[in-house]
Nanobody
Framework: QVQLVESGGGYVQPGGSLRLSCVAS????????IGWFRQAPGKEREGVSC????????YYSDSVKGRFTISRDDAKNTVYLQMNSLKPEDTAVYYC?????????WGQGTRVTVSS
């Protein structure tokens, strides 16, 4: 049974940084993408970043490119999202997702609030 558990959300002032973590368990395939979506109040869900399990290639949305960095620690089955230069518009619930051929999996989400 695949489980994704996020942590690291919180409250930060504009310009600050946070690092989100996603611990994945129950998944053994070498194929798929793991990453992050976010959903702000009143807005549609947005894909933020993902990393290929197979070759480590990465994707970033234009809204976070240059500020966010996704990485993985295979020994810990953990994917990280380092978020720097945070803006109020980054405020959202961030979800870890695993995209496989068979189906998608979602974590429970972690809230990020950027405000002065």
């Amino acid at each position: 049974q695949v489980q994704l558990v996020e942590s690291g959300g919180g409250y930060v002032q504009p310009g600050g940084s946070l690092r989100l973590s996603c611990v994945a368990s129950g998944f053994t395939s070498a194929h798929g993408n793991i990453g992050w979506f976010r959903q702000a109040p009143g807005k549609e869900r947005e894909g933020v970043s993902c990393i290929s399990i197979y070759d480590g290639s990465t994707y970033y949305s234009d809204s976070v490119k240059g500020r966010f960095t996704i990485s993985r620690d295979d020994a810990k089955n953990t994917v990280y999202l380092q978020m720097n230069s945070l803006k109020p518009e980054d405020t959202a619930v961030y979800y870890c997702t695993l995209d496989t051929v068979a189906r998608d999996y979602w974590g429970q989400g972690t809230r990020v609030t950027v405000s002065s």
